[in-house]
């Protein structure tokens, strides 16, 4: 079974997605099933029928995210240190073509968000700078074409 690396919050967040669905979501659609039931004939029931695959759609996501969290290996990002770029760390780089700057922060793949800089582990930009150091130079190919960047800082928030 393999891992899967997140921080804290996001292990709390998908925590809470769970719940969400469990306690609210779950009562909400058996209640949808049961007041389409009382409408009659299920064979030609359009609100039954989409209330059932809500419910197949909603035990599938809880499904997955409880699997996730069962392989959940949580890293505490504030304890970690150092000038190499791993999980967590926060990276300065600096667009070699442009010397335009740019940061961003690896995380697991369900806490990425690009427009909140932060990247997925799997991500190539992600893949390309793990075990570099500052001063380093990356290059990263892109749906775009190949880029080249430098790390001008690693940290650890």
Same mark, same amino acid.
């Given at each position: 079974?393999?891992?899967?690396?997140?921080?804290?919050?996001?292990?709390?967040?998908?925590?809470?997605?769970?719940?969400?669905?469990?306690?609210?979501?779950?009562?909400?659609?058996?209640?949808?099933?049961?007041?389409?039931?009382?409408?009659?004939?299920?064979?030609?029931?359009?609100?039954?029928?989409?209330?059932?695959?809500?419910?197949?759609?909603?035990?599938?996501?809880?499904?997955?995210?409880?699997?996730?969290? %069962?392989?959940?290996?949580?890293?505490?990002? +504030? #304890?970690?240190? =150092? /000038?190499? *770029?791993?999980?967590?760390?926060?990276?300065?780089?600096?667009?070699?073509?442009?010397?335009?700057?740019?940061?961003?922060?690896?995380?697991?793949?369900?806490?990425?968000?690009?427009?909140?800089?932060?990247?997925?582990?799997? %991500?190539?930009?992600?893949?390309?700078?793990? +075990? #570099?150091?500052? =001063? /380093?130079? *990356?290059?990263?190919?892109?749906?775009?074409?190949?880029?080249?960047?430098?790390?001008?800082?690693?940290?650890?928030?």
């Amino acid at each position: 079974m393999e891992k899967v690396p997140m921080t804290g919050g996001a292990y709390e967040t998908i925590l809470a997605e769970v719940k969400n669905l469990k306690s609210v979501q779950r009562p909400a659609i058996v209640k949808a099933i049961a007041e389409a039931r009382e409408h009659g004939d299920l064979s030609e029931n359009a609100e039954y029928h989409a209330a059932k695959e809500q419910q197949g759609l909603n035990e599938a996501r809880i499904a997955e995210l409880e699997d996730t969290l %069962s392989r959940a290996d949580i890293i505490d990002v +504030s #304890k970690l240190s =150092g /000038d190499t *770029v791993r999980f967590g760390a926060t990276v300065e780089l600096a667009d070699e073509d442009t010397d335009a700057e740019i940061t961003y922060q690896i995380v697991g793949e369900f806490e990425a968000d690009v427009k909140q800089g932060k990247i997925s582990i799997t %991500s190539p930009i992600a893949r390309a700078l793990i +075990s #570099k150091t500052v =001063g /380093d130079s *990356v290059e990263v190919n892109t749906p775009g074409g190949g880029k080249s960047y430098e790390i001008l800082k690693v940290s650890f928030i």
